[in-house]
């Protein structure tokens, strides 16, 4: 065991402690940061700030004073005008004095409902200003019928049923839905990384006999092990590292779009998202692993390898399919092809109920893969580590594996 | 207890027979030359000894027994094609491979600094093992093969990429080693090395064993009847009992007739007046044998 752990230690410092990795590391955050600044800058550019009418039938608000806050640069304080009738209001908006008003219909505590009228669509800003000023306002509702003012006070909230009403998406779970796409990128982006790493350090310790000197000190399977836990644990590093900066945006940008701060995970969903992509990245690195040692040269390592991670990406091709039909015939054959399954699975249940058995025999089989998939890699850099110059094929690797 | 006791093996690649029905023992205190001509079958036996494949028959023990994973602790290797890491720095390297072999790392913290000093290469520690010049890496190389004080150690070309002091240094460290108990497997080209530190010797070729014993005896067997020289006054040309008279560099080397006994040449040269610094019967050189016997059964092969 000593000795496993020090290949770990050995991969791990050789890879993470690098620029080359500090810059892969910092390069994604900084890329997101640079988007969201630049998505910052042009909203704030682009909001308006131009006063909103209301027109009270209702009789609810009893004063509209003008803002007491003055918001940020990306939730500007809107001033709110009365007015009497709704021709005044019209003409103002289209001489351009304000941006819209709302109507508040005479049966607006019965029913919640107000009528909004643009010519361009407000920011969301607005909205919730607008319901802000509504709620302050309904205090002197407080005392007729219960059922009203909690309706009042609870405002709007959009919830889209599934059709067998098994499942339902608030609007304030947006994430669900997205949540598979970032996580399937960066999943396939961390696992091709350390993959990548796996495959040149097997290919270079081949080429630079570096190898033969360390199998004479540890068994082949111990190597293995020990080279795809540490790049694992790299490409971790790096995951985990990435997850901080995320929860880091996702706090602060819930400064400014509280939708952000709404941001939590279901306890199933972490679990059946670790019981997919760690063993889909066991196996994803065993495979480079077996690669690494059956070709001769880092090129043609890496374009056998950009085969595995092509296959890995069909399900993102197959999203819209998936959004449609997450429980039809293709996305479930996907979900069970070791290569494809903990993306697709990942995306259906974004979508549906994936049935529980389905969900058991995919993670069954993926961690049968991996296993099935450390083992060929053993065998395959067992034969392969010695033959320089010369290619293994699989049929050899099988073959020859148990006599070498 | 014999360290490496190779009986009967044998290896097929493909077609090809590597290694046939090969045995020999290797005990403690020796250095063992492994020699062969390019595709005897010496790195293929060498990798059989080290498990790193397997023979098709026969039997190997190394240490008393089949090879685990603590004898490999046992065991300094340096390949033919040499090894390192080549991105990292030369301390971590070899820590590193150090802790392969089961050392802790303040113990080879310490072992290691004594080595790199006395190879003159302490002040490079630091320097990433692609820096080094090829000389360096192959001292680096022997650092890592002897560090943890193995029991056997196995090298294949020592002395290539070594300048003449540190060809010095490293055969003195490698009699040093023997003197301790340990043994030494030398796989190498150069004879005049072998002639110099090993006591027994193996000739393979085409995987079969050719020569095998002590190096005294084997270059008994191929003694010539001539005699080496070395008068302070040129000898004549011709001298009773000897068919040739070849001048070397200040000696002579004296090709026998047929009956004639060294001892009886000897008695003549005196009696005719003939004063010598030096006589000796002419041991054939272990390259001459070399050839010798691998050039034989090359013709044999081809005739």
Redesign the interface.
């Known amino acids: 065991m000593?000795?496993i752990w020090?290949?770990i230690k050995?991969e791990y410092?050789?890879h993470v402690f690098t620029k080359r990795f500090l810059f892969g590391l910092l390069s994604l955050p900084l890329m997101i940061c640079l988007m969201f600044a630049v998505v910052l800058i042009v909203t704030a550019f682009s909001l308006n700030t131009e006063p909103v009418g209301i027109i009270d039938h209702a009789g609810i608000l009893q004063e509209i004073s003008p803002p007491t806050e003055k918001g940020s640069p990306f939730n500007p304080q809107i001033t709110f005008l009365s007015y009497d009738s709704e021709d005044q209001a019209n003409s103002d908006l289209n001489a351009g004095t304000i941006q819209a008003y709302y109507v508040i219909p005479e049966n607006y505590p019965q029913n919640t409902q107000v009528i909004l009228t643009f010519n361009e669509e407000p920011d969301s800003g607005v909205q919730s200003q607008f319901t802000q000023l509504i709620r302050t306002n309904l205090e002197p509702f407080r005392d007729m019928d219960p059922q009203i003012w909690e309706r009042l006070q609870s405002g709007n909230n959009i919830t889209t049923l599934s059709l067998d009403n098994s499942r339902e998406v608030k609007q304030d779970q947006w994430y669900l839905i997205l949540l598979p796409f970032i996580a399937g990128i960066l999943f396939i982006v961390v696992v091709m990384t350390s993959g990548g790493y796996l495959l040149q350090a097997v290919v270079e310790?081949k080429e630079?006999?570096?190898?033969?000197?360390?199998?004479?000190?540890?068994?082949p399977n111990k190597l293995m092990a020990g080279k795809i836990i540490g790049n694992i644990s790299v490409g971790l590093t790096q995951l985990i590292a990435w997850l901080i900066f995320g929860w880091i945006a996702l706090k602060v940008g819930g400064r400014f779009w509280p939708i952000l701060g709404e941001f939590s995970l279901p306890m199933n969903y972490i679990l059946i998202l670790l019981l997919t992509l760690l063993p889909a990245f066991i196996m994803v690195a065993a495979i480079m692993a077996a690669i690494g040692s059956t070709m001769t040269e880092i090129q043609e390592a890496q374009q056998v390898s950009s085969l595995v991670s092509l296959s890995m990406t069909v399900p993102f091709y197959f999203s819209n399919m998936f959004m449609m039909n997450p429980n039809g015939p293709f996305a479930t054959a996907l979900s069970f092809f070791p290569l494809t399954s903990a993306l697709t699975l990942l995306m259906r249940i974004g979508f549906t109920v994936v049935p529980t058995w389905q969900i058991v025999v995919i993670i069954a089989i993926l961690i049968l893969s991996a296993l099935a998939a450390v083992w060929f890699a053993g065998r395959a850099f067992r034969l392969g580590m010695?033959q320089y110059g010369k290619k293994l094929s699989i049929k050899e690797v099988l073959r020859r594996g148990q006599?070498? | 207890m014999t360290i490496v006791n190779v009986s009967d093996i044998s290896k097929k690649f493909g077609e090809l027979k590597a290694v046939d029905q090969l045995s020999f023992e290797v005990q403690p205190g020796e250095i063992f030359g492994l020699l062969g001509p390019n595709g005897a079958g010496k790195t293929t036996t060498i990798?059989m000894i080290?498990?790193?494949?397997?023979p098709?028959s026969g039997e190997i023990q190394v240490l008393g027994g089949s090879m685990t994973?603590e004898k490999?602790?046992q065991?300094g290797?340096?390949?033919e094609?040499?090894?390192?890491?080549?991105?990292?720095p030369l301390e971590?390297c070899l820590t590193?491979?150090a802790?392969?072999?089961?050392m802790p790392e303040n113990q080879s913290k310490s072992e290691l600094e004594a080595y790199m000093k006395r190879f003159d290469l302490y002040e490079y520690r630091n320097q990433k093992v692609k820096e080094l010049s090829k000389g360096m890496q192959q001292k680096a190389q022997l650092i890592?093969a002897l560090v943890h004080d193995p029991q056997l150690v196995i090298i294949d070309e020592p002395f290539t990429s070594l300048d003449p002091v540190n060809t010095e240094m490293v055969k003195d460290l490698l009699v040093s080693k023997r003197d301790e108990g340990k043994a030494i497997i030398m796989s190498t080209h150069q004879m005049n090395q072998v002639e110099e530190l090993c006591d027994r010797i193996l000739l393979i070729d085409h995987g079969h064993r050719v020569l095998y014993g002590s190096l005294q005896e084997i270059q008994k067997q191929f003694t010539s009847r001539d005699i080496l020289v070395t008068p302070i006054d040129p000898l004549p040309e011709t001298i009773e009992g000897v068919s040739e008279v070849k001048k070397l560099n200040g000696r002579y080397r004296l090709i026998l007739e047929e009956q004639a006994q060294p001892n009886q040449i000897l008695k003549n040269l005196i009696n005719s007046g003939f004063e010598l610094t030096e006589f000796e019967i002419a041991v054939p050189p272990l390259n001459e044998i070399f050839i010798q016997v691998v050039g034989k059964k090359e013709d044999e092969q081809h005739g």
């Open positions: 000593a000795k020090q290949i050995h410092i050789k310790e630079n006999r570096t190898m033969e000197i360390v199998v004479t000190s540890v068994s010695l006599k070498a | 990798r080290l498990d790193i494949f397997e098709d994973e490999k602790n065991i290797y340096i390949p094609e040499r090894g390192l890491y080549q991105d990292i971590r590193f491979l802790s392969l072999k089961g890592s």
